[in-house]
């Protein structure tokens, strides 16, 4: 009997999973993965909670692949999608294994137009087997461990992900915060993107690499609704043009939010059309969002996305106090 405890003991810490920290850029509040193959080569991919991917794995450019002389082909599992195996990475400086129905393999995601300097994505499929958290104040990513458990400190909340016969089938979260006094669906994305006007950024003072920052995501409709109730909060007309001079939104300033029992504010939120959240982005979560929280609310925190038990844990770092609180 003493034997057979000793020998389970010594099996569970050899399959336990230690914490690792992911090498990183931070841009302008945006994490990128920066892992080191053991060539040498250098990969740049955003982390995105409200991004794709597939079968557990996060995606390459098919440029990139071919740079790193990966070959390309069909997942046994699902011939549909088209994988290469993962990259070899230097100790120390890579990405945790992909787990999932392709091995430990990388999905090839083949974009019409690459951007230079951008070889793909850690979106939600490859995040949502793990624990992680994004330390916004310290810029750093960490996959956790076996043994991870929350500061103090920390607030709880709930995600919503959508499910299929029991099990989560997507990873895009969904979180609930009180805006106005009222409970609001959103993604919880960390990739929300800003690319903010000369006027916008006069008045909203948004950090930016290259033109790109962070922001949060509303629906028109849901603007509309805060605007007529709430005059006097600020209202840049031409605020973000990332989809050209032709199809500039609006950005809405929110004095104050709740958010895991955290009150947080002011926040400024940059317009998008209904269908982006109500339609498309409804089609992968458990119920349809009117927007999304990106990092511009994440960067008072240190926040972990536990997926396997649907919870996210916000430490406050800076800038909240408990809503608790008077």
């Given at each position: ?224 609704r805060w605007h007529a ?80 038990r649907a919870t996210a ?14």
């Amino acid at each position: 009997m003493e034997d057979t405890c000793m020998l389970a003991l010594m099996l569970a810490a050899a399959t336990a999973t230690t914490a690792q920290t992911v090498p990183t850029q931070y841009e302008a509040g945006h994490f990128y993965a920066t892992p080191q193959t053991t060539g040498g080569q250098s990969l740049h991919l955003l982390v995105d909670t409200g991004g794709g991917g597939a079968a557990g794995m996060y995606w390459i450019t098919a440029g990139t692949a071919s740079r790193l002389h990966l070959k390309a082909g069909p997942c046994a599992e699902d011939a549909s999608i088209k994988v290469a195996p993962s990259p070899s990475f230097k100790s120390g400086a890579g990405l945790p294994v992909p787990q999932g129905a392709c091995g430990g393999s990388v999905m090839i995601n083949e974009v019409p137009h690459e951007k230079a300097g951008e070889d793909g994505q850690v979106g939600a499929s490859y995040l949502g087997t793990r624990v992680w958290t994004f330390d916004y104040p310290a810029q750093r990513l960490v996959a956790e461990g076996d043994h991870w458990t929350p500061a103090a400190g920390a607030h709880r909340t709930p995600l919503g992900f959508r499910h299929e016969a029991g099990e989560p089938a997507l990873y895009f979260p969904r979180i609930v915060v009180q805006v106005d006094g009222q409970p609001v669906d959103f993604l919880l994305d960390t990739g929300a993107t800003a690319h903010p006007t000369a006027e916008a950024k006069r008045i909203a003072g948004t950090e930016t690499v290259h033109g790109f920052g962070v922001t949060s995501y509303i629906t028109t409709s849901m603007l509309d609704r805060w605007h007529a109730a709430h005059p006097d909060w600020r209202v840049v007309t031409q605020g973000d043009d990332l989809f050209g001079p032709s199809h500039v939104m609006r950005l809405i300033e929110v004095p104050k939010l709740v958010i895991a029992g955290w009150t947080v504010g002011p926040v400024w939120f940059t317009e998008r059309p209904d269908k982006n959240f109500r339609q498309f982005m409804a089609q992968m979560m458990d119920k349809p969002p009117e927007g999304a929280i990106g990092g511009n609310v994440f960067d008072h925190f240190r926040m972990t996305l536990d997926y396997p038990r649907a919870t996210a844990w916000f430490d406050c770092a800076r800038g909240c106090t408990s809503a608790a609180a008077p």
